[in-house]
Nanobody, 130 residues
Framework: QVQLVESGGGLVQAGGSLRLSCVAS?????????????MAWFRQAPGKEREFVAA????????AYANSVEGRFTISRDDSNYTLYLQMSSLLPVDTAIYFC??????????????????WGQGTQVTVSA
């Protein structure tokens, strides 16, 4: 199995920055390499559906971003520490949401916004004040 635990959320003023982290663990990694998993961040604002934010391929060579965060957010991964990151800058009140980490085993070297994920974390709250 795969467990994902997010951290790094909090309250920040508009224009500020935050870095989210997601640590992956589980028995699966005793026989499966972490870089065989593509990983992503999604978010869900109050009263809205969950939406894609960013994704990264297993190799880290391919990334994808939602239009709303392109140029402000950067996704990265440190496979030696089984950790996924989301660096968020120039935050806006509309970025307020619960942010979720997701993972899926994939042989593809490319990630796209519409891909699905089978493993999910519990989420971390990000609140951006005006």
């Amino acid at each position: 199995q795969v467990q994902l635990v997010e951290s790094g959320g909090g309250l920040v003023q508009a224009g500020g920055s935050l870095r989210l982290s997601c640590v992956a663990s589980g028995r699966t990694f005793s026989y499966t390499r972490i870089d065989w998993f593509r990983m992503a961040w999604f978010r869900q604002a109050p009263g809205k559906e969950r939406e894609f934010v960013a994704a990264i391929s297993g190799s880290g060579g391919s990334t994808a971003y939602a239009n709303s965060v392109e140029g402000r957010f950067t996704i990265s991964r440190d496979d030696s520490n089984y950790t996924l990151y989301l660096q968020m800058s120039s935050l806006l009140p509309v970025d307020t949401a619960i942010y979720f980490c997701a993972a899926a085993r994939s042989a593809s070297t490319t990630v796209l916004a519409g891909m699905t994920y089978g493993f999910w974390g519990q989420g971390t709250q990000v609140t951006v004040s005006a």
